[in-house]
């Protein structure tokens, strides 16, 4: 148990649906990031939020819209996604400090996009 | 691209026998940290060198920095079954995180 909890752990999804995946981190960090693990592929990161405030986007397409209601809670909402969406959806926290900055994950939500 | 990229991309070992992964970067970073998967699973954080380290240990791990050739190496000394996992080194510069695309390491009882 790493402290970072996601939900839903499987989710399958046709193009027209409407989804959120679900994030909670009890570990009281204030950094919480999405990334996409795709086979084959490196790790991107996807969004990072800092003390609730969304500090970068990394050219991620407007399908995937993120929220952060407080610092311990982050949600990835989809909406018209494409087969190529289907992946390994990764929540991270931190706790950003000087020289230092570990990320613990959960155990991700398996995406798959039909 | 900033990502690292690991070396080799998959590594089949005896178990007793030690593990070495590579990892080279290209931009300067603040630190490198070392990350294993169990397959389906998230990352788990096993070690962090900072730029101005050469060299850590923790348990089993022993992590190498060399800045002036962007790489870093991960050795696992005396593997065990449970070892099996992929691992992933990451680049850390300000908010920005960089992952490989790992090692899949098979250590065989």
């Not at chain 1, 009281?28 to 996807?46: C, D, F, T």
């Not at chain 1, 087969?83 to 959960?106: H, K, M, R, W």
């Not at chain 2, 990352?43 to 050739?69: C, M, P």
Request: charged fraction near 15%; aromatic fraction near 8%.
């Amino acid at each position: 148990e790493t402290g970072v909890t996601q939900t839903p752990r499987h989710l399958v999804m046709g193009m027209t649906n409407k989804k959120s995946l679900k994030c909670e981190q009890h570990l009281g960090h204030n950094a919480m990031y999405w990334y996409k693990q795709s086979a084959k592929k490196p790790l991107e990161l996807m969004f990072v939020y800092n003390f609730k405030e969304q500090t970068e986007n990394n050219s991620v397409p407007s399908r995937f819209s993120p929220e952060c209601p407080n610092s311990s809670h982050l949600f990835l909402h989809l909406h018209t996604l494409q087969p190529e969406d289907s992946a390994l959806y990764l929540c991270a926290s931190s706790q950003v400090i000087t020289g230092g900055n570990i990320q613990y994950f959960g155990a991700g939500t398996r995406l798959s996009v039909l | 691209s900033q990502q690292g990229e690991e070396d080799p991309q998959a590594l089949s070992i005896q178990e007793g026998e030690n593990a070495t992964m590579n990892c080279s970067y290209k931009t300067s970073i603040n630190n490198l940290q070392w990350y294993r998967q169990n397959s389906g699973r998230g990352l788990v954080h096993l070690i962090l060198i900072r730029s101005n380290e050469r060299e850590k240990h923790s348990g089993r791990l022993r992590v190498t920095l060399d800045t002036s050739k962007k790489s870093s190496s991960l050795l696992i000394t005396a593997s065990r079954a449970a070892d099996t996992a992929s691992y992933f080194c990451a680049t850390a510069t300000g908010n920005q995180f960089y992952f490989g695309t790992g090692t899949s390491l098979t250590v065989i009882p």
